[in-house]
């Protein structure tokens, strides 16, 4: 249909017309182009209702239990000095303490993200809560490193019915930008609890004398936790807060291949994996490593793991309470003009974050102050992807399998990220400690002072040996957020497709047809000659 001369002005608005069949017919602006005009229809949806006292009251307790959660899973690392010390055991050793617990964690996931997408989301948290709470009291009584090591598998066992229902509530309870920004309050907990527990482990043992008591004080609350999800925490219907909710699940199978194929889930989950290695290592021997740097700043020989785990812990629950509502804050206010931002702005922070954390690094020995900006900027960096990687799975997952979705993504995130990861920088820091120790030169001029200053027989347990060593381990975490940059930027080229078939599996249509495209120029008003104008 061609617009006569002198006909009606061109309309800029953006709206819909319904053709005979209230199928919708999509005007678009011009100037935009198709593409763009259809990742600006995605941006919308149901128009958020305002906030209730329950939906306040559930999400506390989510955001409680899980600074809890990730206050339990760093407590170890706050003083794993004592541990290595108490149980006589190396760095493989202690950072397979780490390994076991992700390990036990990622391989119960998928089990409880079944059961999630089936049956009462409240008891199977209220379950997972209380035995990580039982199982990390048993650590703290266990005098034999193999007991201790089962106690920890077993922590893990809990945690992974926790951290793979809880996001699912959120995303039954709220939708658009009030989903993020609750997602955003769920997840700064994560960095936040991260650096309570060096805090809080460290500094119990210090006051009570013993390691032990740093493993006794997260028990006590989850217990705490536990009445609080029983009988004070809401557990809303799946599909509620999208206006679906009598949806019935499809079958495993189903939700597994359904997954497989979608490309942004897949993308996205492959991109914090990277995240996952990179902060799994950090928190087990971020401390630990600043430790042995600060050791051989003239002055500072007597320096304490405590003192630099303290500070540690406060960096990075400031760099949490930062980093993860400003990726939030970042994605809801440009979505409405970049409808791909969410990939990019993880792609960005992981590309920021890998050179900064590499100077870190370099500057460990030499200058400790720099060496905290380039942490604590690393991590800011970092911190960008938590609430926003959540968002893009739930919002391109039907709500039907959003829980064997963040199993899926817990079990591939934490087999190729931090399940091996505190192991595998362990193992190579061994692996450097004996090459420095026969043959500093094959790593080039930095560490010709070693064998100049030091016997062969000295070099072995020497703190050079052992800095060098660590520091050499960590710079593999550099090229992980580089290769997870790049997987989020291939994110991007899916995630409006993929979040637009979720929402028209929500909606029931199997079989979707593409809209049809009217362009505002191109139309023509004649009366009773077209009445679906």
Known sequence: ?????????????????????????????????????????????????????DQWTTVIILCFVNLINYMDRYTIAGILTDVKDHYKIGDGESGLLQTAFVLSYMIFAPL?????????????????????????????????????????????????????????????????????????????????????????????????????????????????????????????????????????????????SALVHNYSFMLSTAGFTCVAFVAGALAWWGPNFVFLGLKLQPGMENIELNDVTYKFGIITMIAGLLGVPLGSYIAQRLKPYYPRIDPYICAIGLLMSA???????????????????????????????????????????????????????????????????????????????????????????????????????????SDEVLFHSLQYALFTTSFVEVLGGLFFLLTGLYITADKKNADKELKGEDNPVAPTHIYADDLQVTGTDNPHA
């Open 355 to 461: 050179p900064l954390l590499f100077f870190a690094s370099v500057c460990a020995k030499s200058n400790i102050t720099l060496c905290y900006i380039f942490i604590f900027f690393g991590q800011l960096f970092l911190n960008l992807n938590w609430s926003i990687v959540a968002d893009i799975l739930l919002y391109v997952v039907a709500p039907t399998r959003r829980s064997t979705a963040e199993a899926l993504q817990i079990l591939i995130s934490h087999a190729f990220g931090d399940a091996g990861s505190p192991y595998l920088i362990g193992l190579l820091s061994e692996f450097f400690q004996k090459t420095l120790a026969s043959s500093p030169a094959l790593f080039g001029p930095l560490l010709v002072h070693i064998s100049s200053s030091l016997t062969l027989s000295e070099k072995g347990t």
């Open 1 to 53: 249909m061609n617009m006569e001369p002198g006909g009606i002005p061109p309309n800029n608005s953006h709206q819909h017309l319904m053709n005979s069949d209230d199928e919708s017919v999509d005007i678009i602006v011009p100037n935009m182009s198709g593409l763009e005009r259809e990742e600006k229809n995605d941006c919308d949806s149901r128009p958020e209702k305002r906030t209730t006292l």
């Open 112 to 256: 409880f993200g079944y059961l999630g997408d089936r049956y009462s989301r409240r008891i199977i948290m209220a379950f997972g809560v209380f035995l990580w709470s039982l199982t990390t009291f048993l650590c703290s009584v266990s005098d034999n490193y193999y007991i201790f090591l089962m106690f920890r598998t077993f922590v893990g066992i809990g945690e992974a019915s926790y951290s793979t229902i809880a996001p699912t509530i959120i995303s039954d309870l709220f939708v658009k930008d009030m989903r993020s920004g609750m997602l955003a309050l769920f997840y700064f907990a994560i960095p936040v609890g991260s650096g309570l527990g060096y805090i809080v482990g460290s500094e119990t043992a210090k006051l009570m004398g013993s390691w032990q008591w740093g493993l006794r004080v997260t028990p006590v609350l989850g217990l705490a936790a536990v009445i609080l999800i029983l009988f004070f925490m809401v557990d809303p219907a799946r599909g509620e807060s999208e206006g679906k909710s009598h949806l019935s699940p499809t079958s495993w199978t189903q939700d597994i």
